[in-house]
């Protein structure tokens, strides 16, 4: 059993809290409470050509339950003093944070600065996606790792990725006080298929990441223009082959899907 100190209990309880935060965050701005806008409320009213429709924002509870099993896996006394939580769990307890003020933010119609906090939160996962994925014991009897610690960052990357390049042409709306038009969600689309390739291509744990991504390219599609449909089919259908190609090729598969 790995020693643990109360360095490592004080940043295991900054993750739970963080965890907490969030999700308290999440209800209020997802449901407009003490008189404020929710989220959804906002960002319909700047108009966005590849806005998600449907119930794709659903999957906040999936990834805020996720982190909070997340949360609770690490503080176990067993967990706390191992390698991988201390090179990961100040990045999520920072996530956390950045994802309250975000909501936040984004509520009262501050949606610049929503949108700055936005990518440091992307930076913040991309990170601690990126430290859990390293080597850390071994993989086979490590099972919990896979599933409380790198599905739920890969998942959350994931989405965040995506709400990124959304919220980024909400905020040219609000900037500019005129619609994003088909041409700036090609683009945007564009940019996102360039950048889910490469993540699909080169990180390792991507069932999570892929499941976000898919989820959300098929809420555009859903409900943008027809153009801009085919096109976030055809991102989706690009994601999937490149992790397909990578799947295939690679000698290590288990590794490429869960970490």
């Known amino acids: 059993m790995p020693q643990s100190d109360g360095r490592d209990l004080v940043r295991a309880l900054a993750v739970l809290g963080a965890a907490l935060l969030q999700i308290a965050a999440g209800a209020v701005g997802g449901s407009g409470a003490f008189g404020a806008a929710s989220v959804g ?11 998600p429709g449907g119930t794709a924002f659903m999957i906040w509870n999936a990834i805020y339950l996720a982190v909070l099993a997340l ?9 706390r003093g191992r390698a991988v939580h201390r090179r990961t769990g100040w990045l999520i307890a920072i996530a956390g944070v950045l994802n309250a003020v975000w909501v936040l ?19 913040t996962l991309a990170a601690a996606w990126s430290r859990a994925a390293a080597e850390d014991g071994d993989r086979s009897r490590d099972r919990p790792r896979r599933w409380l610690l790198l599905g739920p960052l890969a ?20 900037v500019t006080s005129d619609e994003a038009g088909t041409a700036a969600g090609a683009v945007a689309l564009a940019v996102t298929a360039v950048a889910v390739a490469w ?3 080169t990180a390792v744990a991507l069932t ?3 499941v976000s991504v898919l989820w959300a390219l098929t809420w555009i599609a859903v409900s943008a ?23 295939v090729k690679t000698g290590d598969r288990a590794r490429v899907a869960f970490g």
């Open 41 to 51: 409320e906002v960002a319909r009213s700047y108009p966005n050509p590849i806005l």
């Open 71 to 79: 949360a609770v896996w690490q503080l176990l006394p067993g967990q």
């Open 105 to 123: 933010l984004f509520s009262g119609g501050q949606v610049v600065a929503a949108q700055i906090v936005i990518v440091l939160l992307l930076g």
């Open 155 to 174: 998942l959350y990357t994931g989405w965040v990725a995506v709400a990124a390049v959304v919220g980024a042409l909400t905020t040219v709306a609000a």
């Open 199 to 201: 993540v699909a291509a």
């Open 208 to 210: 999570g990441f892929a």
């Open 225 to 247: 223009e027809p153009a801009l449909t085919l096109l976030a089919a055809a991102v989706a259908l690009l994601t999937a082959a490149v992790l397909l190609v990578r799947l």
